[in-house]
């Protein structure tokens, strides 16, 4: 059997991991300030329901439809999510 993946709405950033990254979204900063989300050795480590995965700079930060957080891989992202409307 086949099955397709439902269209859904995330939403996403993509973590420079420097000092260029000037505006993060309110929910990256509010999972940071509650301690699921901090850095280690330049590398973002997310605590998440299968255990602590780890983006690097580039990687995409996405926060699912349930709240929940979890990095991506650039090239995992750009075959998987299209940009929805416009951005302002």
Do not use: H
């Not at 859904?8 to 509650?34: C, L, N």
């Not at 929940?68 to 891989?73: D, F, H, L, R």
């Amino acid at each position: 059997m086949k099955y397709r993946k439902k269209p859904i709405v995330i939403e996403a950033f993509r973590w420079t991991g420097g000092p260029d990254q000037t505006e993060d979204p309110e929910w990256i900063i509010k999972e940071i300030k509650m301690g699921n989300v901090y850095f280690s050795d330049n590398t973002m480590m997310i605590k998440t329901l299968e255990g602590i995965m780890t983006a690097n700079s580039g990687d995409w930060i996405i926060q699912g439809v349930n709240g929940e957080i979890y990095p991506c891989k650039p090239d995992i992202f750009g075959k998987t999510y299209e940009l929805v409307g416009e951005q302002l």
